[in-house]
Every structure is written in structure tokens, then in C-alpha cells.
């Protein structure tokens, strides 16, 4: 947590306790942390997370990249300093929804392995599940589903992730999805499978 810039701050602590927050909702809060490539399947395979989390009585919530980018984050650009501070601020959102009880489902590229760590260290133990979508470069340039990474190649583009600004993959992901084996529905199953076999989702 950084350090706040009045004096005359501190952290309220309410009366609910997390254990009776996850016995309301059925499950604990969490933070489901996606990192990929552009175009690896992030927000695909997150929002079918979601999907599925709500189907079952779940809170869940996508944070998707561009529409942080509209509002919270509009001021910033993608230089070095700005993308960690877009992660850094959406980090801090993604803690409050969790300690409200959230399974938040968070889809950015986040290529710095030190940003995320930082994330991870924000959250309490098994609350930050890191799930690497790991899709090769050729796979996620076939892709394209916005077109960024042709006009990218265009030179239209500059600092893109795995081309010329560098993408840091986890070393122990939670979760590791190979999506070039898998359907978007396998790969989602695969995220709630751990969410049942770590005691993040209660019965369904
Ligand atoms: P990201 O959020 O990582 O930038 P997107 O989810 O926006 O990626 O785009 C991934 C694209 O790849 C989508 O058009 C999706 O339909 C497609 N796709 C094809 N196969 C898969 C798969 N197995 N898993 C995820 N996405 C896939």
C-alpha cells in the first residue's frame, strides 16, 4: 500500500469480516489476474469466467482494459511510467472489489513481472490468482481481432507488447492457459476448476 500524502489519515476498519463476507456470497474474494499478449484471449476467456461465476450466484466483474483506459485511466498513455502506473491504479481498484467480496476478473496485458508481484502483494494469501494466458506471438498476430498488431507492423504503433516493448511471463502462474489446445470454454473451466480445488468457490 503507498503511503498517503495527508497526515491525518488512517484506515477505518469496518465490522464484517472477511469469513462473514464469503459465507453471504458463497465464495471469498478474489482477484483473478490475466496477463498475455495482445490478443492471447484475456478478455475472451475472462468474460466467459464471469459468465460462468454469475450463472453459479457468484459477484463477479470484469475490469477490461480499454474502458478503464476511458475513464479512471484516460491520462495516461503506454510509455513505461504510464503502464505502470495503468496497472498500479487498476491494481488498487481490483483490491477494494476483493476485499468487497468480489471475484474480480482483471484483463490486461501487464507485461512487467515486478507490477504484478507488487499487485500480488496488495492481497491477502490465495487472494491474488495469477493466470497466465499464454497464446505464442504468431497466434496472437494470426488473430489480430483489433488489428493493432498490423498496424503495429505499420509503424503505427509504437512500445507494443512482444513486439517492440517486452512482454515478462510468470514464472508460477496459479494458472496456466495454453489457448492454442484450448476452446475459450476449456480454458474458462480450467480458471473455475482451481477456484473449487483452492476453496475460492463454495459448492455449487
Ligand atoms: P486479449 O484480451 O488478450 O487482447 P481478446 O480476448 O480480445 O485478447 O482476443 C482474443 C481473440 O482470439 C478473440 O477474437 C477470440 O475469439 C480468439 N480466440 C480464438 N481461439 C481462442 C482461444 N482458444 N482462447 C481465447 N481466445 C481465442
Not at 459468465?51 to 450466484?57: C, E, Q, T, Y
Not at 484483463?107 to 487472494?127: N, T, V
Amino acid at each position: 500500500m503507498g503511503a498517503p500524502k495527508g497526515d491525518n489519515l488512517t484506515w477505518h476498519v469496518g465490522e464484517i469480516e472477511k469469513d462473514a463476507r464469503a459465507a453471504a456470497y458463497g465464495h471469498r474474494g478474489a482477484v483473478l489476474w490475466f496477463t498475455g499478449l495482445s490478443g492471447s484471449g484475456k478478455s475472451t476467456i475472462g468474460h466467459r469466467v464471469e459468465r460462468m461465476l454469475v450463472a453459479r450466484g457468484a459477484f463477479a466483474y470484469v475490469l477490461d482494459g480499454d474502458n478503464i483506459r476511458h475513464g479512471l485511466n484516460s491520462d495516461l498513455g503506454f510509455a513505461p511510467e504510464d503502464r505502470v502506473e495503468n496497472i498500479r491504479r487498476i491494481g488498487e481498484v481490483a483490491r477494494l472489489f476483493a476485499d468487497a467480496g468480489a471475484l474480480v476478473v482483471s484483463a490486461f496485458i501487464s507485461p512487467y513481472r515486478a507490477d504484478r508481484d507488487r499487485i500480488r502483494g496488495l492481497l491477502g494469501d490465495g487472494e491474488f490468482v495469477e493466470v497466465f494466458v499464454d497464446t505464442p506471438l504468431e497466434v496472437c498476430e494470426a488473430r489480430d481481432p483489433k488489428g493493432l498488431y498490423k498496424k503495429a507492423r505499420a509503424g503505427e504503433i509504437q512500445n507494443f507488447t512482444g513486439l517492440d516493448a517486452p512482454y515478462e511471463a510468470p514464472t508460477a502462474p496459479e494458472v496456466h492457459l495454453r489457448t492454442a489446445t484450448l476452446t475459450v470454454d476449456e480454458a474458462a473451466a480450467q480458471v473455475i476448476r482451481y477456484l473449487e480445488e483452492h476453496n475460492v468457490l463454495g459448492e455449487s
